[in-house]
């Protein structure tokens, strides 16, 4: 989770990815972070991202990003 913390924070900065919550129903994460957390998935951990996979609940907190690389990754 460590590494990926860092990676999170690097694809985007500006969110505060140890808060509470749905990062995207607050408006703390927006579609552009979204792709840049997406690039920075594919590249670091060399997956990759169907399109059934972008849902919202997928995305919504550094937690679910979590379980959707280690599900992806066992693939």
């Known amino acids: 989770m460590d590494e990926l913390m860092e990676v999170l ?3 985007a900065p500006k969110v505060d990815w ?3 919550g749905n ?3 607050e408006g703390i994460l927006d579609s552009v972070d979204i792709i840049s957390v997406v690039s920075e998935l594919t590249a670091v951990y060399d997956i990759e991202i169907p399109t059934e996979e972008m849902e ?3 995305f919504c907190c550094a937690r679910a990003i979590y379980e959707l ?4 990754s066992e693939d």
């Not at 690389?69 to 992806?72: E, G, H, K, S, T």
């Open 9 to 11: 924070r690097q694809a």
């Open 18 to 20: 140890e808060a509470e």
């Open 23 to 25: 990062l995207i129903e």
């Open 56 to 58: 919202i609940e997928n």
């Open 69 to 72: 690389v280690q599900r992806l």
